[in-house]
């Protein structure tokens, strides 16, 4: 671990908190969400803090980290994986093989071997890896991530399927977003039912599947902008029936397979969206 970059990590009822220092702080907040084809990755950069929430299916999380970090800056303070499946996890170990890491974070779902020799990789290396749930809260100065969902104490069939995923209501610099894996309709509804604040992004649940993104969830959640990590695939994503539903609400979706990666920060207090290619 790169000495001095992580100053105390400390876990008291659910809450975690932790503090970079000798890193960049820039002088806005910025939000990552990297073309990993069909897969989900996004950065949280703010007050010399990184954030990386999902990472791929392999290899392209890390031209994403290229791209967003200087190139002397090889420590991501916490890496969270929203649920066992390959194309929100399948780039950790090679992170794990190119970077410093402080914390992963994870549903705590033993049902991938991949994931779960992955998780032992970490350990093996010193670093903290921590199972939270809903009213876990990850807090440092200037970022706010709380998880909303799954509920604690959910069962093992839940956790190991695409209903297991962490949502995250994440609040950093002014910018307030979620992120929502891949839930469906078993959790949409659970969702849905949050008080959430006026949400400037919204992750798509699912890649855009017609199993997720329901009227209810996208009326609750009412997002300025909506980001869809998507790529080729064989399964018809994103369903046109999803991005006619945000079309109604009048929020314009961003999507990775089209535009590449996205840097999402604020500009004279509005939130600009540009590519990073």
Known sequence: MKSGSLIFLLVIS???????LFKERLSEPIVYFFDVGQGDSGLIRTNGIDVL???????????GLERALPKT???????????????????????????EVGTVIWNGSGSSEELNA??????EKGISVIVLFAGSVIR???????VVYPP????EELLSGNDGSLVILSEFGGIKGLFTGDIARKAEPLVSAVNFPELDFLKIPH?????????????AMDPLVAVLSVGKNGYGLPDK????????????VFRTDETGGLKMELGGGKLMVKSLE
Do not use: C, Q, W
């Not at 809450?15 to 970079?20: C, E, P, Q, T």
């Not at 604690?152 to 069962?155: F, I, L, R, Y």
């Not at 029936?241 to 314009?252: N, Q």
């Open 152 to 155: 604690h104490g959910a069962e």
């Open 53 to 63: 929430v999902d990472t791929g299916p392999g290899k392209s999380v890390l031209y």
């Open 14 to 20: 659910n809450i975690l908190v932790f503090n970079s």
């Open 118 to 123: 992955v998780i032992a990789k970490a350990k």
């Open 73 to 99: 800056d090889k420590y991501i303070d916490l890496i969270i994986i929203s649920h066992p499946h390959a194309d929100h996890y399948g780039g950790l170990g090679h992170i794990l093989s190119d970077y």
């Open 140 to 146: 440092s100065e200037g970022l706010d991530m709380r």
């Open 241 to 252: 029936a999803v991005l006619e539903r945000f079309s109604s609400f009048g929020i314009p």
């Open 207 to 219: 890649h855009g599947s017609d199993s997720s993104s329901s009227h209810a969830l996208i009326s």
